[in-house]
């Protein structure tokens, strides 16, 4: 499918709200993302950036307002996502604890298998060229994030960043055209983080990104725009210049600092 | 492009790593070859044991072979697929009558054990729906209510299933050919134990060689996502109350056939058989086993089977009384439980897997050292 018109965004929710009880999680809400670009999500802590994301990924249903992808309202389930070439990581990692390296990132690419139960059940051949597909895919995703000669370990036996890479290679294997991150930077030290923030401007190329963070660097110098949130509610919205010095958002960070202090 | 080797395990010398790759470049590469051969050197082995014991052990391992049937499917759910079930007994049960009354109709042996199973895959994926939704204590206590309440339709309906007293269930027929095959093999008469302990392996060795081809394959990965992380399966598309509906559903035709077994080899069918006793009995024999895997399924059942009598004889032996001594084989086998669990976790496959590890290091590192 191509948009003869430039697309006004790939994704994006419109107006959304969500409330626990007496709670306002968001607020009508809106934000899109465009065709290749890296939009962040920011905000203090309990601001509503977790609860957004499960709107996205449809772990929670909102109240009010849309989710649309490629300007269509939809509101898939979880597990139809990466049907619909979004992939997301999680918070931590997340990675399936009893499977290897390799097996990990070959569920990711779960959805371009061909072959069913019947094949996996006597073992015919269409089986076994469909788990080498797999594995190739698998080991290509590895590669990329530098992480293929791990691809026999079991995760708990490896050191949190690189585990980190295995699940950001789970999520590319199934090639999405839209990642949402899920705090990628957390637990890794300057160097891994500035790395990071290069591999995710090289996939702008291939996919629109989502991008939940707290580490300010890392979304200042990644992202081409930024929603901020404050109390469920979008407090500024624009590139990361205009957000800087937003009154606004110096307010609600200011107003964070000075909570905690 | 080629993967790279870099990442041979830590802790395996080169030489050992050299000697497995060599070893493997002569067995055949694909799945089905693989466990084709595995297959058959299996059947030859079991052809052997059968042959050279008697009837009364054949009976016994008529009996192994279906609690080792029943066990595999039950790891499958719940060692790969983290799905408690405390009902599988049950399950059994279904397909123990479901036998019976197509035997009683005169129905070919093969064509019941496949109905057998056709129909507790179906009262499986009844109670997977539920199972899917549920979680642990709360899934065990559903189950456990399917392992207390199924036996009492048996009761229930005792015009056709023959109430408290059970439902005979008719010896299938010895066929002439496998008399003249066993006569041609050891030039002995076929007993009916025999006839009947090679129904069970035949069978048991067929269903472990395609749960071993699920488990190799995208099925069984799929599994074990699921039960490792449930968000993350989600996340990467896989739809999480059908793969697990499925995982019963498999585990439930595994219970069918062996209860098909069952019924053939006891030739009855009484609610009595299919307590909970059966079900923990199953659970307990996948745990010392080695959760998760076929082979642990089998050393579990082969446990279940042999330790009772073994220690009842040893108790007669060192001079306790019948009673006293029959009351040792739960006593030991609960003690075998307990060590199992605070000693080897992961099960008798675990400690097999240690112990021959350190083998192939040891006789590499001093061929080459």
């Given at each position: 499918?191509?948009?003869?018109?430039?697309?006004?965004?790939v994704f994006?929710?419109?107006?959304?709200?969500?409330?626990?009880?007496?709670?306002?999680?968001?607020?009508?809400?809106?934000?899109?993302v465009g065709?290749g670009k890296v939009h962040g999500?920011?905000?203090?802590?309990?601001?509503?950036?977790?609860?957004?994301?499960?709107?996205?990924?449809?772990?929670?249903?909102?109240?009010?307002?849309?989710?649309?992808?490629?300007?269509?309202?939809?509101?898939?389930?979880?597990?139809?996502?990466?049907?619909?070439?979004?992939a997301?990581t999680?918070?931590?990692?997340?990675?399936?604890?009893?499977?290897?390296?390799?097996?990990?990132?070959?569920?990711?690419?779960?959805?371009?298998?061909?072959?069913?139960?019947?094949?996996?059940?006597?073992?015919?051949?269409?089986?076994?060229?469909?788990?080498?597909?797999?594995?190739?895919?698998?080991?290509?995703?590895?590669?990329?994030?530098?992480?293929?000669?791990?691809?026999?370990?079991?995760?708990?036996?490896?050191?949190?960043?690189?585990?980190?890479?295995?699940?950001?290679?789970?999520a590319?294997?199934?090639?999405p055209d839209l990642l949402l991150l899920?705090?990628p930077?957390?637990?890794?030290?300057?160097?891994?983080?500035?790395?990071?923030?290069?591999l995710i401007r090289s996939l702008t190329?291939r996919m629109s990104v989502v991008l939940v963070e707290?580490?300010?660097?890392?979304?200042?110098?990644v992202c081409d725009?930024?929603?901020?949130?404050?109390?469920?509610?979008?407090?500024?919205?624009?590139?990361?210049?205009?957000?800087?010095?937003?009154?606004?958002?110096?307010?609600?960070?200011?107003?964070?600092?000075?909570?905690?202090? | 492009?080629?993967?790279?080797?870099?990442?041979?395990?830590?802790?395996?010398?080169?030489?050992?790593?050299?000697?497995?790759?060599?070893?493997?470049?002569?067995?055949?590469?694909?799945?089905?070859?693989?466990?084709?051969?595995?297959?058959?050197?299996?059947?030859?082995?079991?052809?052997?044991?059968?042959?050279?014991?008697?009837?009364?052990?054949?009976?016994?391992?008529?009996?192994?072979?279906?609690?080792?049937?029943?066990?595999?499917?039950?790891?499958?759910?719940?060692?790969?697929?983290?799905?408690?079930?405390?009902?599988?007994?049950?399950?059994?049960?279904?397909?123990?009558?479901?036998?019976?009354?197509?035997?009683?109709?005169?129905?070919?042996?093969?064509?019941?054990?496949?109905?057998?199973?056709?129909?507790?895959?179906?009262?499986?994926?009844?109670?997977?729906?539920?199972?899917?939704?549920?979680?642990?204590?709360?899934?065990?206590?559903?189950?456990?209510?399917?392992?207390?309440?199924?036996?009492?339709?048996?009761?229930?309906?005792?015009?056709?299933?023959?109430?408290?007293?059970?439902?005979?269930?008719?010896?299938?027929?010895?066929?002439?050919?496998?008399?003249?095959?066993?006569?041609?093999?050891?030039?002995?008469?076929?007993?009916?134990?025999?006839?009947?302990?090679?129904?069970?392996?035949?069978?048991?060795?067929?269903?472990?060689?395609?749960?071993?081809?699920?488990?190799?394959?995208?099925?069984?990965?799929?599994?074990?996502?699921?039960?490792?992380?449930?968000?993350?399966?989600?996340?990467?598309?896989?739809?999480?109350?059908?793969?697990?509906?499925?995982?019963?559903?498999?585990?439930?035709?595994?219970?069918?056939?062996?209860?098909?077994?069952?019924?053939?080899?006891?030739?009855?069918?009484?609610?009595?058989?299919?307590?909970?006793?059966?079900?923990?009995?199953?659970?307990?024999?996948?745990?010392?086993?080695?959760?998760?895997?076929?082979?642990?399924?089998?050393?579990?059942?082969?446990?279940?089977?042999?330790?009772?009598?073994?220690?009842?004889?040893?108790?007669?032996?060192?001079?306790?009384?019948?009673?006293?001594?029959?009351?040792?084989?739960?006593?030991?086998?609960?003690?075998?439980?307990?060590?199992?669990?605070?000693?080897?976790?992961?099960?008798?496959?675990?400690?097999?897997?240690?112990?021959?590890?350190?083998?192939?290091?040891?006789?590499?590192?001093?061929?080459?050292?």
């Open positions: 499918m191509s948009d003869t018109q430039p697309a006004p965004s994006g929710v419109a107006d959304v709200s969500v409330r626990f009880g007496g709670l306002v999680a968001l607020d009508a809400v809106s934000f899109a065709h999500v920011i905000g203090p802590n309990g601001a509503g950036k977790t609860t957004l994301f499960n709107v996205c990924c449809g772990f929670v249903r909102p109240d009010a307002g849309t989710v649309l992808r490629h300007g269509r309202p939809v509101s898939p389930r979880p597990d139809e996502l990466a049907g619909m070439g979004i997301r999680l918070q931590g990692v997340g990675l399936f604890r009893g499977l290897s390296v390799v097996e990990n990132v070959m569920v990711g690419a779960d959805r371009h298998r061909k072959a069913g139960f019947g094949s996996t059940l006597l073992a015919l051949p269409r089986s076994d060229r469909d788990e080498r597909a797999l594995r190739e895919r698998a080991m290509a995703a590895l590669a990329e994030l530098g992480a293929d000669g791990y691809a026999a370990r079991l995760p708990g036996s490896l050191p949190y960043p690189v585990q980190k890479r295995v699940a950001l290679a789970r590319l294997a199934s090639e899920d705090e930077a957390s637990g890794l030290g300057h160097d891994e983080m500035t790395e990071l923030g290069a190329a707290h580490h300010m660097d890392l979304v200042m110098s725009k930024i929603t901020v949130l404050d109390f469920g509610k979008v407090v500024a919205d624009g590139t990361p210049d205009e957000v800087r010095d937003d009154p606004a958002v110096i307010d609600a960070y200011l107003g964070e600092e000075a909570t905690h202090a | 492009m080629a993967a790279p080797t870099k990442d041979t395990e830590v802790g395996v010398p080169p030489a050992a790593a050299g000697r497995f790759a060599a070893f493997t470049r002569r067995m055949p590469s694909s799945t089905l070859g693989k466990h084709a051969l595995t297959l058959l050197v299996a059947f030859v082995v079991v052809v052997l044991v059968l042959e050279l014991t008697g009837p009364f052990r054949n009976s016994q391992f008529a009996t192994m072979a279906y609690y080792g049937i029943a066990a595999a499917g039950l790891t499958v759910l719940t060692g790969v697929n983290g799905q408690i079930s405390l009902g599988h007994g049950a399950l059994m049960a279904v397909g123990a009558y479901t036998t019976g009354l197509m035997l009683a109709a005169e129905i070919p042996l093969l064509v019941t054990m496949l109905g057998a199973m056709a129909v507790t895959a179906a009262v499986g994926a009844v109670v997977g729906v539920a199972a899917a939704r549920l979680h642990g204590p709360y899934l065990a206590g559903a189950t456990l209510a399917l392992a207390v309440g199924l036996p009492g339709l048996a009761i229930y309906f005792d015009h056709w299933l023959g109430g408290e007293q059970g439902m005979r269930i008719p010896s299938p027929q010895m066929p002439a050919w496998f008399s003249d095959a066993i006569y041609f093999l050891s030039a002995t008469e076929a007993s009916s134990a025999k006839y009947l302990a090679y129904i069970g392996w035949v069978t048991l060795l067929v269903v472990l060689f395609l749960l071993a081809n699920l488990m190799a394959g995208r099925t069984g990965r799929v599994w074990r996502a699921v039960r490792d992380d449930e968000v993350a399966a989600e996340l990467a598309g896989i739809p999480l109350g059908k793969v697990r509906v499925l995982a019963f559903v498999v585990s439930a035709a595994c219970a069918g056939i062996a209860g098909a077994v069952l019924g053939i080899v006891v030739r009855l069918a009484a609610p009595s058989g299919f307590t909970i006793v059966l079900s923990l009995g199953l659970l307990t024999a996948v745990v010392v086993g080695g959760l998760g895997s076929l082979v642990g399924a089998l050393l579990g059942s082969a446990l279940l089977v042999f330790l009772p009598p073994f220690v009842t004889n040893v108790g007669t032996d060192i001079g306790l009384d019948n009673t006293q001594a029959a009351q040792l084989a739960p006593f030991v086998y609960g003690a075998v439980l307990v060590l199992v669990m605070l000693l080897a976790p992961s099960g008798a496959v675990g400690v097999l897997k240690k112990l021959l590890k350190k083998l192939w290091i040891g006789r590499s590192t001093r061929r080459t050292g």
